[in-house]
C-alpha cells in the first residue's frame, strides 16, 4: 500500500484545484518558506480524519479553506482526496486503488467519502486502523512529532506500539463487546425483575 496521489481543491493555500503524482520510493517536496509544502501534509492528516485543528495548524475548521490571495477570490469549500494503491489489499477493500476524500463548507459541514461513496469519519478510521496510516498513527511525522513522541506518556506510547503490532482494532473491538456485553446484562436484570415480579 502507498500514497499515489492527493488531490487538493481549496484547501489552505491551494485556490485552485491541484493534483500531485507520488511514486513508490521516496519523493521530496521542496520550494521557498511559505510555499505551501507544510500543508500538504496538513491535507494529508485532515482527510483521513484529523480533527484537530491545532494538529493542522488552524484556529477552527473554517481555516482550512482558502481565504483568498493574490487576484484569487475566497472559496467556499475544501476538498482533499487521497488515492491509496492497494494492490497488496492491506485495506479491507477489493479496489486495486481506493480514494478517500474530505469536504467541508464554511458552515463547517464535513463530508467523507470511500470510493466517492459518502460514509462515516468511523469507516475512514477503521479503514485505517492498524495500517499504520489513520491519523494518529506514525506515517504523518511533521515538524515536532518526534519530541512529541519522545516525551509522550505511556498510555500514548502503548497506543502507538499497538497500532504499529496490528492490535488496536482487535483491542477496540473487544471493549465495543464489553460495551454491548454489559448493555444486555443490565437488560436481562430488568427483564429478570419484571420476571420475578409476575411470578
Ligand atoms: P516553511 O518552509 O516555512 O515551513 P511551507 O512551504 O511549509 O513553509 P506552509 O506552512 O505549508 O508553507 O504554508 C503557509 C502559507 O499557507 C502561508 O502563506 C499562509 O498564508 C497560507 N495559508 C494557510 N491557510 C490558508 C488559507 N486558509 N487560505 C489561504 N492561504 C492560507
New binding site residues.
Partial sequence: MYLKCIEIDGF??F?DKIKLDFDMGITSIV??????????L?AILWVLGEQSYKNI??KESS???????KNKKPRNTATVSLYIDNEDKTLEIDDEVVKVTRKINKKSENEYYINDQRCRLKDINELFLDTGVGKSAYSVIGQGKVEKIISASNKEIKSIIEEAAGIKKIKLRKDEAIKKLSKVELETDKINLIVNELE
Fill in positions: 489552505k493555500s485556490a520550494g521557498p518558506n511559505g510555499s505551501g509544502k507544510s500543508n500538504i496538513d495548524r488552524a481555516d482550512v479553506i482558502f481565504s483568498g490571495g
